[in-house]
């Protein structure tokens, strides 16, 4: 496969659950230089009910059974993995393998071994691979990374990234651990992103069902605090719970030697209200609300890596080490629930 | 010309200025269903210039010279006007005729016979006629008119809208009465849908050429507060002026016997950034940044209206009578700078 | 009389409504170096009602019928008018010329020959005139002030001051022209100090009945928008409302050729709630909520004159000149609704 | 002594540094019915650089050396205690067991013994003790309070309490353990208010010296994270650091199942100021002008209690077992950094 940098970038998605089908809206609709090819689900008629829709200038979109048989499709240039967590890194490294560029969703791999192997197949091939750290795209986190990288808060000192999701709709169906290897990873990644060339050297976590404690026997911990220390100093805290009453709240802050920078907005839009019930405002309600901008632009860099295009800008793009970075983190957070105690990092690599 | 309402809308621009390019690289990239297949400027090599980039999976959008060439292409299904202000009336007319869907940047007319002729034609060819009056489609414009709408402001009773440009860059070419038929035409328009229902009846302006007094005398105007009269009794003002040094500032507010609502935020995005300095955070500098988002939804309602669909909500788009109404305004405000006196609205139809 | 800096200054209030009843327990309670000694309402019971919960250290404060009994009272260093408005000037008069400073509230006057004479009064006794603009007190008007005069918005070319009070209990009660002479009297105020160094010269008014349109014909004003032009080319706005929904609402906004600064919150505190219902938080319902401090910060600088010391800030003391500036606005705009028309300055005097 | 409760409350100060005299003139010039009666110092002279300038109505503040003279002397009703913080529990003991109201800066003991030691003198006593927890009184904490007393947050699930002190003068004369001892122990008393009726289980801390890590050696933490475990699930976070760059920086946070509640605001005040720069607007610098109107009414409800009036709210006041149970807190996180593991509570006690 030749690329061009003037060529369109033609894109197929494996799996087409609601973020993959957010996904293929955005592909087909919104990023200038990019065409959705092709869409492979496992679930008959699935990848059909969202191609249908999106049938675009070059007609609509292939559904595929098999990821392989997309990977494979010769008109295939970049591959976007949206499938479940445990899928990621086989479709990883057999994408790579097949000389594609690789977006795959968060996580790229649950275990340190398979995040080697995701990484060291996209290398062998020379392969473009990005992970879905949608967060390092929206503009507000964007501009307070900028922030830091100018120096606007000296050396880092306490950082904290905050997630809670709108709501919990099945408790039965989350796996065990996923607050931190789906949920927090997002801001695992934040924090070491922030905190740029350092290095987490201790974790320690807290966790519990406290939204639905009925299923805290079945390995369910929705509610989670984790404090993690990093070798210049910097002490941070990532939080998460399943369940804010009032929408989608995710929020950074970065202190240091020389002051501080926030990002994070929980309202919908610039609309305040007063009323005699006081000041009123919507928030933010879902992530494909609060990130559009972030979800979009996140596949305009990699449809731009796709027609080789150098990323705009390295350091935002997460890599597949930032993925390896942040499971580690996770991994330790597992420990340390499981232990009741403090981990220090490298000992479970 | 039949329209189907699952066809591709195929959109052709008049007009390659800065705001021309700005609309033909929105309808290349970010609108669902449509296509930019032709560009039209008398000017020679600037249609090119617009199109050559936004070569999509069609091919490269034709360039034309003239503008009723592009017009009568039979490939073309609806038209975007943003050619300079005084061309627009007979452009519009012209597309209508040609049975051609019309979206035309404000001011649709300079004069109340003109809006009435456009007005005329698009009724009798049965288009749609829609203005680009952006600003209902901002998020937090939208927002603050669904708060009215539901009654939570209750009876207005005082409003208020305001444009700030960043800059002056040449006063010399500043038409005379640009800031009443070119800036504060929005203004006027947005204070009118935020009043629905009320008719303006009395008109007061006061004006001044503070940023560039030196081209005062040859009618520069880059300073202005107009106050409105409707017939609900509530009072309105409208301000503007052409240079804010912090960015562009467009806000708005209603209060009435409910409460109020405002919309509009200075800010470029949700970081703060505290330092020894104190808090301090980016403004936002161009229109196309502060609203980006609503210059591309106002062409996606408009892609919608030419593939055949309903405009998702009536009052959110703009109409040619509601061109009319807010020139009226305009016109009066001439009318009170001249005159030195309140206008009532009517007597200069 | 012969004051020294250290003595404590011994406070005669005339007038126990309840803003003059909130003065005395500011006095009383909040002022370093003051003493409420007597309390003067020609009301039987008024002035004891007043004064009994606020006896002292050194006792009960003194109850008056007559304020010219107060007035005369040796052991009163200083006076504080808060009777009803036609009252200000004589008892102005009567105090300067018993050699007390004062602190009148506003107006001081409901004409400029009234003013005038006030004015005379004091500077022939040579007493401290201050005028009850507390908004110059309120923190971020002053911090507004000090921006403004530090040049950071550069020329002042657009301003604006809002009022809106929280209910209107009476309208039936309300004389004739409140609105601008006693209300818009602190925004015209506020405009003037603001734009320092520059002089009104044009003014125009547009006023209505929209709370209580049944009281119009008995000469209500509980609505209105006032343009001032000044000599130095900003123009600025006034507006007013007397029922709030939501609460006491003042702000300001000075736009100029370097940048623009607000003041005015409208949140009670810095709480935020979030909810199933967005975002949410308290408004501020009270005049003595909002500018709590203000009302005491203007008392302690009155303490201060009467004490012999020097004000803090000789710009933010409001004079009697203050006020006969800001009346001339308030007459023209009696003068603009009245005829219709713009009123030039100086034409009324 | 008999306490009516009418009667003006006079309080004496113990400790004249630079808190007690912010105390000293507080209680002079800003409570009702309080009067400072007299001030004691070991240092000599000290006593009489505060009291000097607070001469009242009834004349000069009595100044001592001993403190026992003062708890001793028969016209003091109520006594501040203002000294350094291993001086506290043995002067509550002495005022208490001398039947004088005590109002205590924190930390009220150094150990949990010494909080029985308090504790039990002043029921002994039967006297009214309470401790300078400042923060519950700041209007928009106070707000948060109460809107989690009525349920907006539902159940809490994740707390925040985070203080930032403005510079670190003298990082040589900070005690070890200060910033639990001292600074954190506002926060713990913070989560567990707004955490009414829960118990903490469990403590975890990480503490460095970031600030000046040339004092680490000597014993100095000037950064800590601590992550709480309350017996009703929830969990919370208090962080420190002894020097930020824009000021100082409090700020409280409660989730639950129903919402969020925040408070603290880092803006000086509400203005705000927009130039070429961009926004930028002052923030608090001191924790007295941040806390000004806390520090007031904390020591209006002991001016109250002294008087024999009930307290407003009873959950406001600080007692002597909520600086037992964040001292508790305090003294494990100490075993935490030391063993560098989780503690539970109950085991240190």
């Known amino acids: 496969m030749t690329i061009s940098p003037q060529s369109v970038a033609r894109i197929g998605l494996i799996g087409s659950g609601w973020i993959g089908a957010f996904h293929a809206e955005t592909i087909a609709h919104r990023i200038p230089g ?15 009910r969202v191609a249908g829709p999106l049938t675009g200038p070059l007609g609509e979109p292939r559904a595929y059974l098999e990821a392989a048989a997309l990977i494979a499709d010769p008109e295939v240039d970049g591959v976007v993995i949206s499938s479940p967590a445990f899928t990621h890194t086989d479709l990883v490294v057999a994408a790579a393998n097949a000389g594609k560029s690789v977006f795959v969703e968060k996580p790229m791999a649950l275990t340190l071994a398979d995040a080697d192997r995701a990484i060291a197949a996209a290398a062998s091939a020379g392969v473009h691979l990005q992970v879905g750290f949608n967060r390092r795209f929206a503009r507000d986190f964007a501009a307070a990374r900028e922030v830091i990288a100018q120096g606007g808060v000296g050396t880092p000192q306490l950082l904290r990234s905050v997630t809670r999701d709108p709501g919990l709709a099945n408790p039965g169906a989350v796996k065990p651990w996923t607050i931190f290897l789906e949920t927090l990873i997002h801001d695992f990644d934040t924090l070491n992103w922030f905190n740029a060339g350092a290095r987490p050297v201790e974790v320690f976590a807290m ?44 929020r950074g802050e970065v202190f240091g030697s020389a002051g501080m920078v926030t990002a994070g907005d929980l309202h919908a839009t610039g609309m305040r209200h007063y009323s005699s019930a006081g000041a009123q405002s919507p928030t933010a309600r879902l992530n494909i609300d609060l990130f559009h901008q972030a979800y979009t632009d996140e596949l305009v860099a990699f449809a731009d890596a796709v027609r080789g295009k150098a990323p705009r800008r390295d350091s935002q793009v997460p890599s597949g080490h930032d993925a390896r970075a942040a499971l580690e983190i996770a991994l330790a957070c597992i420990a340390s629930v499981d232990e009741q105690r403090p981990i220090a990092l490298g000992q479970h690599s």
Chains 1, 2, 3, 4 share one sequence.
């Open 207 to 250: 966790a519990d069902a406290l939204v639905a404690p009925e299923f805290k026997s079945a390995g369910l911990l929705d509610t989670a605090i984790v404090t993690i220390r990093y070798n210049n100093g910097a002490i941070a805290t990532a939080e998460a719970n399943f369940s804010a009453a009032y929408g989608y709240d995710v």
């Open 34 to 48: 990019a065409t959705l090819v092709g869409v492979a689900d496992p679930q008959p008629g699935a990848a059909e």
